[in-house]
């Protein structure tokens, strides 16, 4: 007699969501139990992550569908009522504590989706032991059902059933139907304090200088801060080292500003030593090199250096 091919098998997707645990015929397959379906989750879950992610961004799943063989499905459902949930709930937290890692490394996450999904179904070709899943980047919509009492039709029995959703174990979740789980994305990954070490090519803030002097007519001096402390001075200057701000003009004095960042409050902070500089239409007090006095310096300031020289200060 030969054996008619499953469903699976005549639209072609057998191997390709079945996965082959049974391995050689002496061996017994190994029971479902909670925590084996847990691992299988953070599994595919990093998988995900090293398939999908490309430059320094992280890219992953946000839907997972577990299938499993019927018997076992059944003991989920039947026998450990509501665990498929907190399994659900504990995976993501494991998600984000994967997330938060990859964040310390310098990478970046964001979501694809505003929301978790996990399906847990049978599989009709399944033999006890049998695990299968498919991830999706963007989970399917599904409408949601206001009524907590929630009734069903199982394929196994055909027969409707009615049960009360228990609010102690469900109340992170969107129940729809039998093994389905919806979890809302929340933004609860946790960034590094301290701010890291910036590369090489990367500056602090950028300034634009207009210069009323005829060589420069129409064109800004532009200077970029890549240093916590600069000096900005005239065209007596001769040094030419990455914290000095040279101005080619006579009307800057040399030395006329000190600018520092503070990494504590993320400010920037000016001291002056030229005859006189205003900041937003407000003079700066005076100081002595050996001893400067500072003013906070606010992004997208107007800085005017003896009524003559205009400097402009962005943000990086």
Known sequence: MIEKPSFWQRIGVQDWFLTNNRGAAASKS????PNIVFKYIIEKFEESIAELSFAERIVFYHEYIICLNADDFREF???????????????????????????????????????WVFRFVSHPDYKSGDKGFIG????DNNKKEDNLRVTFIP?????????????????????????YYEIPYVSTLVFDQAPPARKETEFLARFETTLPDRA????????????????????????????IFKIPSEWVNSPHLKIRYSGAD????????????IVN??????????GPKWTELPLNSRIILNGIIGINIFKS
């Not at 993320?266 to 500089?277: R, V």
């Not at 239409?281 to 100081?287: A, F, N």
Request: hydrophobic share 30%; aromatic share 10%.
């Open 30 to 33: 190994q029971p479902i139990t």
């Open 77 to 115: 459902m039947d026998n450990k009522k509501g665990i498929l949930g907190l399994i659900a709930q504990e995976s993501v937290k494991n998600f984000y504590e994967i997330l938060n890692q990859k964040i310390s490394e310098g990478k970046k996450a964001e979501p694809s989706s505003n929301k």
């Open 136 to 139: 999706k980047l963007l989970p």
């Open 155 to 179: 394929r196994q029995t055909g027969m409707a059933q009615t049960f009360d959703i228990n609010d102690d174990i469900l109340r992170d979740f969107i129940f729809y139907s039998e093994g």
């Open 216 to 243: 420069y007519a129409g064109k800004k001096v532009e200077f970029l801060m890549k240093k916590e402390e600069i000096i900005v001075t005239g065209e007596e200057e001769t040094r030419i080292e990455e914290h």
């Open 266 to 277: 993320d400010k920037f902070y000016l001291a002056s030593f030229g005859e006189k500089t």
């Open 281 to 290: 239409e407000s003079q700066v007090e005076r100081s002595d090199i050996h």
